[in-house]
């Protein structure tokens, strides 16, 4: 834990006691549900009254993250985007956590307006709704009318978001350096996941940031005949306020409605699921929640997309591997499918990189042999997290959002056409892909990237070696050795001479009766004049070879060979 923390855990130590409060009433519960103690289990209860050792562990983590708070609600449906790191149980689980936080009151709305765009609501909206269409943790959404008679929503940011938002981060910060140092969360990677995190949440505290993004996708789709994007309103846009065109149209999930207007499920279906693709591999840069909420259609079979707050962004490399790994499953090469893995993810060091090919090789038997129309994209991803998990691999964040929004419009889609195939969709874009690496374009711009990068090569050489050579002939010249694991064995060692040397010690003080004495006068079961030092000395040195033995025996190298 870095000094510099602990002035930020000191000034928020109200907020950490409730925290660590929360997580021991949950983590106590999961301890009740594993020793499976049916009288207990009515205990300990959340703030609806629910018995939490009756829920799973995956459901008791989602409840304690809805009791802690909005910026916990968002770090979950952050994590949700991660099965890699968390496992799909937990995301699956925390993909339920919704947005649902008491609105602030119409007064505060209407002040707010006005201190972020400078007038009174009634100056700037024929109409304004004080009942809000939606409030999550970040801000709440009203419909209003202009004095031209357009309508809009205005995304309006909560009050004191931000002081409590930045209040739980510089929280977390501190917590996640101290479960960096536990060996139960470290595969977790809390410190780089909170990273990921803070940038992210940072991000959906602009709302300029937002306003940006609608104005890029409605560039992007202003000539598409079946896609529309809502109009932002610039005037009308702070950091903390954006305002944006009201598109009405029937939920995708309102299939009632969807049959009344006459829609062809199917036809909508792959028109949104080309959208999104389209918007992956050809731009890079995506709506990242397509949920049933986010998407409306209109007459003629058009739809529209909401929310532009969660947006991914994939680089050209980064897409090209993405391309890789689709590719693989869809031809049953698995040898190209696990290399890729290996390349694009963060591989720990004790990687079984043989189970890990047997186990792709198997996966991609099974998938690859099944016909498109069959094919589950979400069970395919699911199973193939599943593998990466277990391996400890950890992908790109990108990766990890990418493969939530093609599950989710999966599912999506399957709400119109039960029959939907994703893969079917995604399968001529390997043509595409691969027209696009050989255009001769491409190529150039490949080139210029490769030539730029061999000259500044060139123009450092010849003084690092001059540097290297001047090093060596002055005898300065160091080689710095990193011994990966050798200090957790340098302190067993040196616990174990410790205990060794305390016990031969004490051993020696009871052979001699050094006082203090116990039972100085009388033979207790045969035990007299015991020194009470050597006697602690024993005892002390023998709980700590038991530490010994349990530490190296959880480690797993108790009774390994070498290889």
Partial sequence: ????????????????????????????????????????????KNRDGEALARHTRETRIRLALIELGPTFVKLGQILSTRPDLVGNALANELRTLQDQTPADAASVVRQMIQD?????????????????????SIGQVHCAVMHSGEEVVLKVQHANIQ????????????????????????????????????RTLRRELDFGREERNLQQFAARFQNSPYVRIPQPFS???????????????????????LQEMGADPE??????????????????????????????????????????????????QLREDIEDLLVAVVNGDSALLCSMVLRIGDVPPELDERLLRTEVTEFVEHYGSQPLDRFSMGDALAE???????????????????????????????TLCPAFSLMEII????????????????????????????????????????????????GKFDVHLDHRGLGPSVNRLVLGMLSS???LGSAMMLCMEVPPLLFPTESIFGLKDMSILGLGGCLLSLLLGIRLLWAIGKSGHLDEKGD
């Fill in 267 to 316: 036809l909508i279906a792959r028109r949104g699921a080309e959208a999104y693709l389209d918007m992956i591999f050809g731009d890079g840069f995506f709506h990242a929640d397509p949920h049933p909420g986010n998407i409306v259609v209109f007459p003629g079979n058009k739809i529209g997309l909401l929310d532009f707050g969660m947006v991914g962004r994939i680089d050209e």
């Fill in 1 to 44: 834990m870095k000094i510099s923390s602990i002035p930020q855990i000191y000034r928020n130590l109200n907020r950490i006691t409730e925290i660590l409060s929360v997580l021991s009433k949950y983590g106590l519960a999961d301890g009740i549900s594993r020793l499976n103690l049916d009288f207990a289990k009515g205990l300990l």
């Fill in 235 to 257: 005037e009308l846009c702070t950091p903390r306020i954006v305002t944006m065109e009201y598109l009405k149209g029937v939920k995708v999930s309102d299939v009632a409605a």
């Fill in 163 to 198: 002081k409590t938002v930045h209040r739980d981060l510089d929280v977390m910060s501190g917590l996640a350096q101290l479960f960096e140092m536990v060996p139960e969360f470290a595969p977790y990677r809390p410190v780089q996941t909170l990273a990921d995190f803070q």
């Fill in 384 to 414: 193939m997290t599943d593998i990466i998990y277990r391996h400890r691999i950890a992908l790109p964040g990108q990766i990890g959002m990418l493969l939530k929004v093609l599950v989710t419009l999966e599912g999506t889609a399957r």
């Fill in 501 to 503: 040397a305390l016990f």
């Fill in 427 to 474: 399968q001529p874009y390997q043509k595409k892909a691969i027209l696009r690496r050989l255009s001769p374009v491409r190529r150039l711009k490949k080139m210029r990237v490769f030539y730029s990068e061999v000259e500044h090569l060139l123009g450092i050489l010849p003084r690092r070696t001059l540097e290297l050579l001047n090093q060596i002939q002055a």
């Fill in 116 to 136: 972020e765009l400078g007038q009174p609501v009634e100056d700037l909206f024929r109409e304004f709704d004080d009942q809000p269409l939606a409030s999550a």
